[in-house]
């Protein structure tokens, strides 16, 4: 086989530095033996970096059920508003992080968003430990801790230029999969560290729980991820954003289109994780469901790389994404019956599917992107943009849970508004793009 241009250029033995400055993923001598590895080092240490972050942004949900258990006294709404405002900067925060990498280079806007994690654990978890903190001042405390919700958009918008198309669909979905776990993550060890005596370290308890916990236990890991990705990741050059680009993607009918499909899967799948605690605790108060709130989370993040592997192996984004949102819609009615019967099991195991659909969902439709965008800077733009969008489902969700709550004295409407909205997606996903003649192949 003749040895090709980049390959000349290189040379036997280059440097890591000419190798990222000679990006060719798409050369296939070039990938396997000097892109792949390199390629896969960042890809686990971003997914990594992801998995704290989404930890941190949806660490509140777990505490804001405790909150009166230990000595505040927040009403309904206001919990379920505090539980929505991490969602409200993270999607916010979106919108200006997806050009991050572009700017400043991937290890290094790693490095940062990871480093400004630090501040909202430590300034909450000393806010936790005095309960005559006023609501306010939390106000101010979890809009910070939301920034955290940011770092996807730069991770995502950085890890699929290390990637050739060809293997885009699995390594996009591994590196927002894997790091959506960090919400079952917090879910499954925060009941373990709410009740961890650790005084000694982190200050005393209240009626036997100890929430600070929460916030200051990941500091640690925290500290250790900035070592693994100074050590194990890149400044890919890549183009570099402008404003004419920028603007560019909003003329685009296929950026809303988009915005609108992958909100229906990952704006609910971080809603229903930031709300599902809360609307558990009132709708089946009797219910101990500290230990299972892990699960919707774990099982929706888990099936995420499958929804991107499975695009890539039939190669059609745009039908996994249509037959998964069927099944959503058929979830979300079987869980409203669910509550309107009373019955946890019947509401909570459609729950379960419900968060398995949103997987799917968002593993497909994040592969549709670079069909639809065939300019990769474009297509690291759109990714970053719907991302943005759809991360204001963390704040939605739970502010409709509460409307609905306070308007009407139970959440039924909420789940019909979300059906609805549910419903119009899959319009929109088989008229565009899985329709006979939509004339675009995704």
Known sequence: ??????????????????????????????????????AKENLYTSTWALVLSFVVWTL??????????VGFNFTADQLFTLAALPGLVG??????????????GGRNSAFITTALLLFPLFGLGRALQNPTTSYDTFVILVLFIGIAGANFSASMANIGFFFPMREKGLALGINAGVGNLGVSLIYLTAPLLLGWNLSGLFGPGVNGLYVQNVCYFWIIPTALTLVLIWKFMDNLPMPKPNPKAMFSIFGNKHTWLMCWIYTCGFGSFIGFSAALGLLVSKEFPEVSFSMAAFLGPFIGAGIRPVGGWLADKINC?????????????????????????HNFVMFFASFLLLFLTTGFVNGASFRMIPYIFKDGGKSSLVTGFTAAIAAYGAFLIPKLFGWSYAAFGNVYMAFYILIAFMVSTIVVTWYFYDRKGSGIKC
């Open 91 to 104: 999607a916010t925060g979106r919108l200006f992080y997806t050009y991050l990498p572009g700017l400043i």
């Open 60 to 69: 509140w949900a777990t505490i804001a059920a405790k909150l009166n258990a």
């Open 1 to 38: 086989m003749a040895e090709t241009s980049v390959m000349k250029k290189l040379g036997p033995n280059p440097t890591r530095k000419e190798i990222l400055a000679n990006w060719q993923p798409e050369d296939t001598e070039f990938w396997e033996k000097f892109g792949k590895k390199i």
């Open 317 to 341: 984004g745009s039908r996994v994404t249509l037959i998964s949102l069927f099944i959503m819609v058929a979830a979300a009615v079987v869980s409203l019956l669910g509550l309107q019967a």
